[in-house]
Nanobody, 130 residues
Framework: QVQLVEFGGGSVQPGGSLRLSCVAS????????MGWFRQAPGSEREAVAR??????????RYAASVKGRFTMSMDNTKNTLYLQMTNLKPEDTAMYYC?????????????????????RGQGTQVTVSS
């Protein structure tokens, strides 16, 4: 059973930075989809970034709204996925969730497969406000 636990949310002023972490346990496959999505009150889930890992190869995709500001990285030695967020804007305010799905066919295209992934964490709140 895969378990995901997020850390690192908080409140920052516009232009600030935060780094989110997602620690994964129970993962036994070398192929998977993994990433972040966010949801603001009254809004639909929005995929932010995803990585598709198939053996030793991986591809990363970002939403247009965060490209150039957010960077996702993976530390396999710690089973941890990171989301470095810079130049944060008020519209980035949302609950951020880490998600994972072992069905790599679901994330072949764009940011598919993240908002409705098999597994997700409990979420961490990010608030950007002056």
């Amino acid at each position: 059973q895969v378990q995901l636990v997020e850390f690192g949310g908080g409140s920052v002023q516009p232009g600030g930075s935060l780094r989110l972490s997602c620690v994964a346990s129970g993962l036994t496959s070398s192929s998977y989809c993994m990433g972040w999505f966010r949801q603001a009150p009254g809004s639909e889930r929005e995929a932010v970034a995803r990585i598709r890992v198939v053996g030793s190869t991986n591809t990363t995709r970002y939403a247009a709204s965060v490209k150039g500001r957010f960077t996702m990285s993976m530390d396999n030695t710690k089973n941890t996925l990171y989301l470095q967020m810079t130049n944060l804007k008020p519209e980035d305010t949302a609950m951020y969730y880490c998600a994972q799905d072992l069905r790599t066919v679901r994330c072949i295209s764009g940011l598919d497969g993240i908002t409705d992934a098999n597994y997700r964490g409990q979420g961490t709140q990010v608030t950007v406000s002056s």
